[in-house]
């Protein structure tokens, strides 16, 4: 039983399954006003009546929706693409307050949510008309979904759209009056699976029709045999030879006989001669022989479809090639979604904004994720937050995501982030009056040249008094910078340095910037430049760029975007301070050792701003060749300090 048969229609030409899409140019928005002059030219198969009716359609829609209204498996298909398109829900949004508010008016006043299910569904069945109410001069009276099966495209000879008709009349006796004209701005036209330049789209009934009209033919012959052959048929032989003797059964007999097993019953047994025979067919396991061949039809239109298996419950994989299969219909749920709002705000917005003379642009956005994508992304949000080494500009970023994931008040947050902001930067303009703190003898007399010995060195336990030159009893000053000085001479600063083009482009330091960087850090610690001072030469002298994030050796990238980690004019500092930490605390353990000393002890400088780790780490000894790494973190202000014992 074929497609045509299974529907009761009339026999249709095979020709209406085909459709020769010639790929000349791709089709002209005659809603644009600047239009392009392209030379190229699309094949027409225009239908001619005594007026031009449009462009003839592909397929016959007929068959298409016969196969939603009759046939289950593509009404649950069809059902499910539109309940994954809009389920999430939808929502606007506009840099334009005043065109928001419009959009946001209309939409419920035409119950767009209701229209926009219709419409998808017409769209994917056969090809989706929406008719936008009211003439050009007047705002939009609502929208209307047009059956497809009498609506036409017309085009021109390259391929712009010049307007739509409605015909309703039959061809065998064609109506001129009972055309209906539209103009391009009062039809919106949702095409899912277009090919080149063809005036109307596919939708996703249509590739399958080849695959669902042999499944039903073949689930026809199934069960025409398993009605026929369901019990074991009888046959039974009448007559046969006694003493060499033929003894031939009557007509009359034989016909009884049929007439009895016509009438058969579970009821009935039967008392016969010895020249009569019963005897029972066995045709086998029939329905066996069906069962890989309707098998692969049924995958061959998952396939068409492309709906995962186990959404529509006929299959059962394990959780990771569900996933994957999710995946991937999401994905082209995705790419209709595009479709679809790429429509609505040219087609539907754009003449509402248009009739209110507004210029802007409103968004049409898809909506609201699941509870479990919302916990995912919470939980995602929430781990790179405990990042250590994560920017405040990231961090800023990351908490107005999570307060819509949340859904929480936006309005309230952004005040209250505000105050917030603002106590931070008082604080932040205190600490930055602050000193750094004083590096062991920094504020000292000159000591003696000759080197302490070990004998010389002091007992130091109270850290609180590691500030003058008592501290470490012949320390000199200028000794102990003549270390960091060699430190920072030695040290490459891979860190922060560049080691490909790609990271130069993100903005870490090139060679050039590395040494220009190391030559103010030198002038810093020799001529005792305050940080200021010295955040203020990088700034001038080194040239930075925003810090662009990378992973797997590429910038990251967010709607098109580079992911900023820290912008340019924040740099100098945090590159100063924490290199100021870095090459200091270095210095200072490479004199260390030159004196002799085995021990140091870690000293956080107090305040609100220090981190849990760096308070954790306050007052503890430790071999010098064996402590944590210091800084701890960008901006760290830690440092260390000789412990020695008198022998």
Not at 578 to 592: D, K, L, Q
Request: glycine share 8%; with cysteine; net charge neutral.
């Amino acid at each position: 039983m074929g497609i045509k048969e299974f529907f009761g229609m009339r026999k249709i030409s095979e020709d209406i399954f085909e459709y020769d899409a010639q790929v000349i140019t791709n089709k002209l928005d005659t809603t644009t006003s600047d239009k392009p002059n392209f030379k190229g030219e699309v094949k027409s198969n225009t239908i001619k009546f005594p007026v031009e009716l449009g462009e003839e359609h592909p397929f016959d829609f007929a068959i298409t929706e016969g196969l939603y209204k009759n046939f289950g498996f593509s009404t649950g298909v069809v059902d499910k693409y539109v309940d994954y398109i809009m389920g999430p829900g939808y929502w606007v949004s506009s840099d334009d307050e005043k065109a928001l508010a419009i959009i946001e008016t209309f939409n419920q006043d035409v119950e767009i949510d209701t229209v926009l299910r219709g419409w998808i569904k017409e769209a994917l069945v056969k090809n989706g008309f929406l008719e936008i109410g009211g003439k050009k001069d007047e705002p939009p009276k609502g929208l209307k979904i047009l059956d497809s099966k009498y609506m036409y495209v017309k085009r021109d000879k390259k391929g712009s759209v010049k307007g739509f008709n409605q015909y309703r009349g039959g061809f065998d006796k064609f109506a001129k009056e009972k055309i209906i004209s539209f103009e391009p701005y009062q039809i919106a036209h949702l095409s899912f699976n277009k090919i080149g330049d063809m005036p109307y789209g596919l939708g996703i009934m249509y590739p399958a029709i080849n695959t669902i009209n042999n499944l039903l033919q073949n689930e026809k012959d199934l069960h025409m045999l398993m009605n026929r052959k369901a019990n074991s048929p009888y046959h039974i032989k009448l007559g046969g030879i006694v003493g060499g003797r033929y003894l031939k059964p009557s007509a009359a007999a034989i016909t009884k006989w049929g007439g009895d097993l016509s009438w058969l019953t579970n009821k009935h047994e039967w008392v016969t001669d010895a020249l009569t025979e019963i005897k029972t067919v066995d045709f086998g396991n029939i329905g066996e022989k069906f069962n890989e061949v309707l098998k692969y039809d049924k995958e061959m239109l998952m396939y068409t479809f492309q709906v995962p298996s186990v959404l529509m419950g006929t299959a059962n994989v394990n959780e990771g090639i569900a996933k994957v299969q999710m995946d991937g219909f999401e994905r082209r749920i995705t790419s209709f979604q595009a479709e679809i709002e790429k429509i609505v705000e040219q087609k539907i917005y754009k003449r509402v904004l248009d009739y209110n003379k507004i210029d802007a642009h409103v968004e049409f956005n898809w909506g609201r994720p699941s509870n479990a994508e919302r916990y995912e992304r919470i939980d995602r949000l929430a781990n790179i937050m405990k990042t250590p080494t994560i920017s405040m500009s990231l961090v800023k970023l990351l908490e107005v995501d999570l307060v819509k994931t949340l859904e929480l008040d936006e309005d309230e947050y952004i005040k209250l982030s505000g105050e917030e902001d603002k106590q931070k930067e008082e604080e932040r303009k205190r600490e930055q009056e602050r000193p750094q703190p004083l590096i062991p003898g920094q504020n000292a007399k000159p000591a003696p040249a000759k080197r302490p010995t070990r004998e010389s060195l002091t007992v130091i336990e109270d850290t609180n008094k590691y500030k003058q030159i008592h501290e470490w009893l012949g320390f000199n000053y200028k000794e102990y910078v003549k270390s960091i000085e060699s430190f920072i001479d030695e040290d490459t600063f891979e860190l922060i340095k560049a080691s490909t083009v790609l990271e130069a482009t993100a903005g870490k330091l090139t060679e050039s910037q590395v040494t220009t960087f190391k030559g103010i850090l030198k002038n810093g610690f020799k001529k005792g430049d305050s940080i200021n001072d010295m955040i203020s030469k990088v700034d001038s002298k080194v040239g930075l760029k925003d810090l662009l994030k990378m992973e797997d050796g590429q910038i990251v990238k967010k709607d098109g975007k580079s992911v900023l980690v820290r912008s340019k004019e924040t740099r100098g500092a945090l590159l100063v301070r924490t290199e100021v930490t870095r090459t200091a605390n270095a210095g200072a353990i490479n004199h260390f050792k030159e004196g002799g000393v085995k021990k140091i002890r870690w000293v956080a400088s107090a305040g609100t701003r220090t981190c849990p780790i760096c308070a954790s780490l306050d007052g503890n000894v430790y071999e010098i060749d064996d402590h944590p790494a210091i800084p701890v973190h960008p901006m760290c202000r830690c440092m260390v300090v000789p412990v020695s014992e008198l022998k």
